[in-house]
Nanobody, 124 residues
Framework: QVRLVESGGGLVQAGGSLRLSCAAS????????IGWFRQAPGKEREFVTA????????HDADSVKGRFTISRDNAKNMVYPQMNSLKPEDTAVYYC?????????????????WGQGTQVTVSS
Protein backbone atom coordinates (compact mmCIF):
# COMPACT_ATOMS: atom_id res chain seq x y z
CA GLN A 1 0.00 0.00 0.00
CA VAL A 2 1.24 3.48 -0.91
CA ARG A 3 -0.43 6.62 0.42
CA LEU A 4 -0.08 9.76 -1.69
CA VAL A 5 -0.91 13.31 -0.64
CA GLU A 6 -0.81 16.22 -3.07
CA SER A 7 -0.27 19.85 -2.10
CA GLY A 8 0.71 23.15 -3.64
CA GLY A 9 -2.37 23.91 -5.67
CA GLY A 10 -4.02 27.30 -5.69
CA LEU A 11 -5.09 30.27 -7.75
CA VAL A 12 -2.58 31.86 -10.13
CA GLN A 13 -2.77 34.29 -13.01
CA ALA A 14 -2.06 33.20 -16.55
CA GLY A 15 1.69 33.16 -17.16
CA GLY A 16 2.42 32.40 -13.54
CA SER A 17 3.98 29.35 -11.90
CA LEU A 18 3.14 26.77 -9.28
CA ARG A 19 5.07 23.88 -7.84
CA LEU A 20 2.97 20.95 -6.76
CA SER A 21 4.16 18.30 -4.35
CA CYS A 22 3.31 14.66 -3.92
CA ALA A 23 4.25 13.14 -0.57
CA ALA A 24 4.33 9.36 -0.33
CA SER A 25 4.24 6.99 2.60
CA UNK A 26 3.85 3.27 3.03
CA UNK A 27 5.74 0.83 0.83
CA UNK A 28 9.14 1.63 -0.64
CA UNK A 29 8.57 4.83 -2.55
CA UNK A 30 11.60 4.39 -4.75
CA UNK A 31 10.09 1.23 -6.30
CA UNK A 32 7.40 3.27 -8.02
CA UNK A 33 7.16 5.50 -11.02
CA ILE A 34 5.06 8.55 -10.21
CA GLY A 35 2.64 10.14 -12.62
CA TRP A 36 0.48 13.22 -12.55
CA PHE A 37 -2.95 13.43 -14.09
CA ARG A 38 -5.52 16.18 -14.15
CA GLN A 39 -9.25 16.42 -14.51
CA ALA A 40 -11.16 19.55 -15.44
CA PRO A 41 -14.91 19.89 -14.83
CA GLY A 42 -16.89 17.93 -17.40
CA LYS A 43 -13.76 16.37 -18.91
CA GLU A 44 -12.02 13.03 -18.61
CA ARG A 45 -8.90 12.61 -16.52
CA GLU A 46 -5.83 13.17 -18.66
CA PHE A 47 -2.13 12.43 -18.33
CA VAL A 48 0.19 15.33 -17.54
CA THR A 49 3.67 14.07 -16.69
CA ALA A 50 5.46 11.10 -15.13
CA UNK A 51 8.89 10.11 -13.86
CA UNK A 52 10.61 6.76 -13.35
CA UNK A 53 11.55 5.45 -9.93
CA UNK A 54 15.16 6.57 -10.41
CA UNK A 55 14.25 9.98 -11.75
CA UNK A 56 16.33 9.25 -14.83
CA UNK A 57 13.51 9.36 -17.31
CA UNK A 58 10.36 11.41 -17.59
CA HIS A 59 7.52 11.84 -20.05
CA ASP A 60 5.31 14.86 -20.56
CA ALA A 61 2.03 15.32 -22.36
CA ASP A 62 2.32 17.46 -25.49
CA SER A 63 0.10 20.07 -23.88
CA VAL A 64 2.66 20.78 -21.14
CA LYS A 65 5.99 20.15 -22.86
CA GLY A 66 8.40 22.99 -22.34
CA ARG A 67 6.29 24.39 -19.49
CA PHE A 68 6.18 21.64 -16.85
CA THR A 69 9.18 19.86 -15.34
CA ILE A 70 8.91 16.88 -13.01
CA SER A 71 11.51 15.86 -10.45
CA ARG A 72 11.68 13.59 -7.43
CA ASP A 73 13.58 13.24 -4.19
CA ASN A 74 13.50 9.62 -3.04
CA ALA A 75 15.24 10.48 0.23
CA LYS A 76 12.24 12.64 1.11
CA ASN A 77 9.60 10.51 -0.65
CA MET A 78 8.55 13.52 -2.69
CA VAL A 79 7.77 14.29 -6.32
CA TYR A 80 7.53 17.84 -7.64
CA PRO A 81 6.02 19.02 -10.90
CA GLN A 82 7.15 22.57 -11.55
CA MET A 83 4.49 24.26 -13.67
CA ASN A 84 5.48 27.43 -15.52
CA SER A 85 3.73 29.64 -18.07
CA LEU A 86 0.38 28.44 -16.81
CA LYS A 87 -2.67 28.87 -19.01
CA PRO A 88 -6.38 28.97 -18.13
CA GLU A 89 -6.74 25.57 -19.82
CA ASP A 90 -4.41 24.12 -17.17
CA THR A 91 -7.20 24.63 -14.63
CA ALA A 92 -8.07 21.25 -13.13
CA VAL A 93 -7.73 19.01 -10.13
CA TYR A 94 -4.26 17.49 -10.25
CA TYR A 95 -3.64 13.96 -8.97
CA CYS A 96 -0.44 12.07 -8.37
CA UNK A 97 -0.36 8.32 -8.77
CA UNK A 98 2.12 5.46 -8.27
CA UNK A 99 2.94 2.68 -10.70
CA UNK A 100 5.30 -0.28 -10.67
CA UNK A 101 5.90 0.16 -14.40
CA UNK A 102 9.61 0.57 -15.28
CA UNK A 103 8.90 3.48 -17.60
CA UNK A 104 6.75 6.62 -17.22
CA UNK A 105 3.41 5.39 -18.56
CA UNK A 106 0.82 7.94 -19.77
CA UNK A 107 -2.18 5.64 -19.04
CA UNK A 108 -4.13 5.90 -15.82
CA UNK A 109 -4.76 2.14 -15.85
CA UNK A 110 -1.06 1.55 -15.11
CA UNK A 111 -1.27 3.31 -11.75
CA UNK A 112 -2.41 1.39 -8.68
CA UNK A 113 -2.37 4.14 -6.05
CA TRP A 114 -3.83 7.62 -6.23
CA GLY A 115 -3.93 10.72 -4.10
CA GLN A 116 -7.00 12.84 -3.41
CA GLY A 117 -5.98 15.69 -5.69
CA THR A 118 -5.18 19.38 -5.41
CA GLN A 119 -7.01 22.15 -7.23
CA VAL A 120 -5.14 24.40 -9.65
CA THR A 121 -7.00 27.41 -11.01
CA VAL A 122 -5.44 29.69 -13.62
CA SER A 123 -7.21 32.98 -14.19
CA SER A 124 -7.01 34.86 -17.48
Amino acid sequence: QVRLVESGGGLVQAGGSLRLSCAASGRTFSDYAIGWFRQAPGKEREFVTAITWSGGRSHDADSVKGRFTISRDNAKNMVYPQMNSLKPEDTAVYYCAASLAPIPVPRSSAYAYWGQGTQVTVSS
